[in-house]
């Protein structure tokens, strides 16, 4: 099956500077690559998404970047704000709604002030 | 939050005890999902639902069933809790095929 990881675990920022978040997946298949963030006590809530046949995709202070052929996507928030501070989760599928996502172990991003 | 309601959203149960956890959607979704959350593991699917009375296995099935006799209503069913499913449980829902998936707020388990 599919296997995504995501690094890094944890990813300390000062405020105003830009993080960046990188996934790989095993599975070429995958076609979807969404990214969620989650509040403590929260569910995941999804803030961006990338589809195989797009290699970037931006709104706002947010993108993401795929690399089919490296099997490897990155999220990347600029101007970083307090608000920001979450887990992180990127996710790969291969469509259809069958087998869900599956999901990378998340990243602890901190926006230090 | 795609009227996603889970229920309960904390419970504390005894091992060897069954538990019944309740998904409910209000708008008529073709897809559920359960996941669990745990510290190091990220979410993993459990079971998941393309239509009335059709479920198939996830990731980690092992101790966990699931039936949907309804569109609205996904329920997750330890028959026997065990310390190990002491976790955070999430319902999802997506709209259609090649469509954004969509988060409930989560029930937290513990089993003593």
């Known amino acids: 099956g599919e296997n995504v990881e995501q690094h890094p675990s944890t990813l300390s920022v000062q405020e105003g500077d830009s993080a960046v978040i990188k996934c790989t997946y095993s599975?070429?298949?995958?076609?979807?690559f969404p990214w969620y963030k989650q509040e403590l006590g929260k569910g995941p809530q999804l803030i961006i998404d990338?589809?195989?046949?797009?290699g970037e995709k931006k709104d706002q202070r947010i993108a993401v970047t795929l690399n089919k052929t490296a099997k490897h996507f990155s999220l990347h928030i600029t101007e970083t704000q307090p608000e920001d501070s979450a887990v992180y989760f990127c996710?790969?599928?291969?469509?259809?709604?069958?087998?869900?996502?599956?999901f990378g172990k998340g990243t602890h991003l901190i926006i230090q002030p | 939050d795609a009227g996603i309601t889970q229920s309960p959203r904390h419970k504390v149960t005894e091992t060897g005890t069954p538990v019944t956890l309740r998904c409910h959607q209000t708008?008529?979704?073709?897809?559920m999902y359960w996941y669990r959350q745990d510290p190091g593991h990220g979410l993993r699917l459990i079971h998941y639902?393309?239509?009335?009375?059709?479920?198939d296995k996830g990731e980690v099935s092992d101790g966990y069933s699931v039936s949907r006799s309804k569109t609205e209503d996904f329920l997750l069913t330890l028959e026997s809790a065990t310390s190990s499913q002491t976790s955070v449980y999430f319902c999802?829902?997506?709209?259609?095929?090649?469509?954004?998936?969509?988060f409930g707020q989560g029930t937290r388990l513990t089993v003593v």
């Open positions: 708008e008529n979704h073709r897809y």
């Open positions: 999802a829902i997506m709209r259609g095929e090649d469509t954004e998936a969509f």
């Open positions: 639902s393309y239509g009335v009375k059709d479920t």
């Open positions: 996710a790969a599928s291969k469509g259809g709604g069958a087998d869900g996502l599956t």
């Open positions: 990338i589809r195989s046949n797009v």
């Open positions: 599975d070429s298949a995958s076609n979807y």
